[in-house]
């Protein structure tokens, strides 16, 4: 069995055949089978049972030939590490037993060695490292994001309880972005040790923020978690979705690659970022929504603006749509495998591109 590492090289910016791809949330919904690998279980009882969610990261491969598996998993199962019990309501996402609203409620926050507490998740990536020939993507949210989920009670869509609470008790926001920069990263470099190629760090809800905001609360944490995964030669992709004049800040931060989503054409944020980082994205997934026809032109097009440069991950500029049709997706792979890189050139030639 040959072991597909193109996701890894494009990481170090080496060359490779073809652009690597894979989809964020490709193990879930749209596939046919999950909701028999799910047998109606919940999902953290799923997250717990490591062949479980083992079978379901591998999934995807059985549908499109992608060219990593990202663990099944959510970004807040660290908080069972800390203490905290996790209910998946519908229509609101994860929500814990007890929120963050005061430093006292930071204090009460459990210390935790993620080896034991999450052993479940590092288990399921040695499974599947056993198993599989494409790498084993791991991930954590940055701590921002992650923190979305814990201040001030179930959150608005604006995060005005979590925005308000860093502005209101900056020593208390110090001592949580702290406690989780740290617990995250420490949990970032374990799954990296269970064998995992690379981990991304999610910034789902940064886009949220003003570029001043960002950089004074939340690009120091950034940066934290960040460098320890540096410092521990762990490959990195940060994500971040939502607001373009935030780029340069969150690239700041510090990872191999950047990960945008759909609202900035990927030429357009290469050059501000600077080549000597890695890019990944950024088709809107609501192009596989709108079908085929849709999608792969518009694939096609950002494979022609990522312009033969090494370091091109090709993913959606945010996670798959629940009701997207799985054969969309296998339409854009085989148009990504078959557009053809030219080495060293600023552009590709393919039919359509």
């Avoid at 969150?250 to 030429?267: H, K, L, M, T």
């Amino acid at each position: 069995m040959t072991f597909n590492d193109r996701i890894l090289r494009a990481l170090r910016r080496q060359p490779v055949d073809r652009t690597p791809v894979w989809f964020m949330r490709q193990a879930g919904r749209c596939l046919p089978r999950y909701r028999e690998l799910r047998a109606d279980l919940e999902f953290f009882d799923v997250v717990r049972d490591p062949e479980r969610a083992a079978e379901i990261t591998a999934l995807p491969l059985e549908y499109f030939p992608v060219d990593a598996a990202v663990l099944f998993n959510d970004l807040v199962t660290p908080f069972l590490g800390a203490g905290l019990r996790l209910e998946l309501r519908k229509g609101v996402g994860p929500v814990p037993d007890r929120f963050v609203e005061t430093a006292d409620d930071v204090a009460r926050l459990r210390d935790f060695d993620p080896r034991s507490a999450l052993d479940f998740n590092l288990e399921a990536i040695r499974i599947l490292v056993e198993r599989l020939d494409v790498p084993v993507l791991g991930f954590v949210g940055a701590p921002f994001t992650l923190c979305s989920y814990l201040v001030g009670g179930p959150r608005s869509k604006d995060l005005k309880e979590l925005k308000s609470f860093i502005l209101r008790e900056p020593g208390a926001w110090d001592r949580l972005a702290s406690y989780w920069a740290d617990h995250l990263g420490e949990f970032a470099i374990a799954q990296a040790e269970a064998g995992a190629g690379a981990i991304q760090v999610f910034d789902s809800w940064a886009g949220v923020l003003s570029v001043e905001d960002y950089r004074t609360h939340v690009l120091p944490y950034s940066w934290r978690l960040l460098d320890r995964l540096v410092r521990a030669r762990v490959p990195t992709i940060h994500y971040f979705g939502g607001n373009p004049a935030l780029l340069e800040s969150v690239a700041e931060a510090g990872a191999d690659a950047i990960s945008v989503d759909w609202r900035i054409p990927i030429d357009h944020a290469w050059a501000r970022i600077g080549y000597h980082h890695s890019i990944q994205g950024n088709l809107d997934p609501s192009a596989v929504l709108a079908g085929e026809d849709v999608a792969v032109p518009k694939t096609l097009e950002i494979l022609r603006r990522a312009g033969g440069r090494r370091g091109h991950i090709f993913n959606l500029g945010h996670g798959i749509h629940p009701d997207s049709d799985y054969r969309v997706l296998q339409a854009i792979v085989r148009a990504v495998q078959d557009y053809p890189i030219v080495e060293g050139a600023r552009t590709r030639v393919a039919s359509g591109g």
